[in-house]
């Protein structure tokens, strides 16, 4: 086995349309093992008779909802991005069937996918990785998901802008005192590997 999919997850409703997307590609892969990454524990809007469950659990029931018979990965542990990322990394360095994993296509929300990018590169660089960004208007969400997809995607859009442009001051400014950008402190305190 060569390739995995991470998928990351954002709230309940943007994990599911995330996590039907994946099904999508999945689809024409069926043995790729699929870790769907996120800890974020909260009751889901409408269904207050529904179990609490982690973002993480909450895609994996979407998954096994639609039959899918690839080996699912549940990381229930991380809070953020960078999280999302080590512990995944974490995962597939602990998992017997997924240590010969050479490529990982991350799926995520198409405008915050900038932050996953610098991340991913720091946290799992020495793999090859693959962007799958989630559409905007994805063909198997309801009205709702996609009304609701649209409004995350705008407003991550939005916040991604605003955050990037301080993070790039804040880079500079490391560069600046001659440090080097993989031991950018933002970066350091989540994941500090040995070179």
Not at 48 to 66: D, F, I
Not at 86 to 114: A, N, P, Y
Request: proline share 4%; aromatic share 8%.
């Amino acid at each position: 086995m060569n390739n995995l999919m991470l998928v990351l997850g954002c709230g309940i409703l943007e994990s599911k349309r995330r996590a039907k997307y994946a099904l999508t590609l999945a689809s024409a892969e069926p043995n790729i093992p699929i870790i769907l990454t996120g800890g974020l524990s909260r009751k889901i809007p409408f269904l207050q008779s529904y179990p609490e469950m982690t973002e993480a659990r909450y895609m994996q029931s979407v998954l096994e909802k639609a039959g899918i018979s690839n080996p699912i990965y549940p990381e229930e542990k991380a809070n953020n991005t960078a999280q999302n990322l080590l512990f995944s990394r974490k995962l597939i360095e602990s998992t017997r069937g997924l240590q010969s994993v050479r490529e990982i296509r991350i799926v995520d929300g198409l405008f915050h996918m900038g932050r996953t990018r610098y991340l991913a590169e720091i946290i799992l660089g020495d793999y090859s990785l693959k962007e799958l960004p989630v559409p905007m208007l994805l063909n198997r969400s309801s009205l709702l998901e996609k009304c609701i997809g649209f409004t995350m995607e705008s407003l991550s859009g939005t916040l991604e802008i605003i955050a990037r442009k301080k993070n790039e001051r804040a880079l500079e400014n490391w560069r600046r005192q001659g440090y080097r950008s993989k031991d950018f402190e933002g970066v350091r305190m989540f994941y500090n590997r040995q070179e």
